[in-house]
C-alpha cells in the first residue's frame, strides 16, 4: 500500500510558474511508477508526465519543453515542475502512483491549477 499527497497547487499569471510535490508514504525505491495526471472542467483527466524507478519520463505533447517531473528519493516525493503556463494548463492536477505493473493505482486528492490574469 501506498498513500500520496499532492501539494503546490495556486493561481499564476500566464507566462509564471509553479512546482507541485506528490509526497509518497514509502520509499520511492519500492514504487514502479510516478505520475501526473489533469483534470480540467468538463474534459476527460489525461496523463501531463511520468516518471519510473529507473528515471524513464514521459510527457504529453501539450507540456514538453514546459514541464519537468523529477524525483527527490531522499524525500520520497516527486514534482511537477511547470513553466510558461498558459491559461489551458487550469486543471485540477493529480499524482498517481503504481507500485508494480498490473497493482491498483494510488491517487492523490488533486491540487487546483489556476492560470489566469
Known amino acids: 500500500q501506498v498513500q500520496v499527497v499532492e501539494s503546490g497547487g495556486g493561481l499564476v499569471q500566464p507566462g509564471g510558474s509553479l512546482r507541485l510535490s506528490c509526497a509518497a508514504s514509502?520509499?520511492?525505491?519500492?514504487?514502479?511508477?510516478m505520475a501526473w495526471y489533469r483534470q480540467a472542467p468538463g474534459k476527460q483527466r489525461e496523463l501531463v508526465a511520468q516518471?519510473?524507478?529507473?528515471?524513464?519520463?514521459n510527457y504529453v505533447d501539450s507540456v514538453k519543453g514546459r514541464f519537468s517531473i523529477s524525483r527527490d528519493n531522499a524525500k520520497n516525493t516527486v514534482y511537477l515542475q511547470m513553466n510558461s503556463l498558459k491559461p489551458e494548463d487550469t486543471a485540477v492536477y493529480y499524482c498517481?502512483?503504481?507500485?508494480?505493473?498490473?497493482?491498483?493505482?494510488?491517487w492523490g486528492q488533486g491540487t487546483q491549477v489556476t492560470v489566469s490574469s
Open positions: 516518471i519510473t524507478t529507473g528515471g524513464s519520463t
Open positions: 498517481k502512483s503504481r507500485l508494480s505493473p498490473g497493482l491498483p493505482d494510488t
Open positions: 514509502r520509499s520511492l525505491f519500492s514504487i514502479y511508477l
